[in-house]
Nanobody, 125 residues
């Protein structure tokens, strides 16, 4: 049974930091690209960052330089370190898994097969 379980969300003030974790089980973690997405109220789910195989990573422009994604294949876990948070970062954050394919990582939610339930991040001004 595939499971992705996020944790680490919470409420912080602008300028603060949070570290999200996502523990995966039920599939071959090392064979998958792991992404973080977020969805704010009334908005579509959007790409945040991805940690692909071989330490490849990618970021949405608005989080570059503030967020860092990493993965630990030995622990089947992907992390998202979020610094310098702003109210615009308020959303439910989801981790997702996409089987690795030659050609690079993807920012498209519909290409990810497995999803977690999400964790709320709220940033106040």
């Amino acid at each position: 049974q595939v499971q992705l379980v996020e944790s680490g969300g919470g409420s912080v003030q602008a300028g603060g930091s949070l570290r999200l974790s996502c523990v995966a089980s039920g599939f071959s973690f090392s064979m998958f690209d792991m992404g973080w997405f977020r969805q704010a109220p009334g908005k579509e789910r959007e790409f945040v960052a991805v940690a692909g195989r071989g330490s490849i990573s990618g970021y949405e422009d608005s989080v570059k330089g503030r967020f860092t994604i990493s993965r630990d294949d030995a622990k089947n876990t992907v992390y998202l370190q979020m610094n310098s948070l702003t109210p615009d970062d308020t959303a439910v954050y989801f981790c997702a898994a996409k089987r690795f394919q030659i050609g690079g990582w993807s920012a498209k939610p519909n290409e990810y097969s497995f999803w977690g339930q999400g964790t709320q991040v709220s940033v106040s001004s």
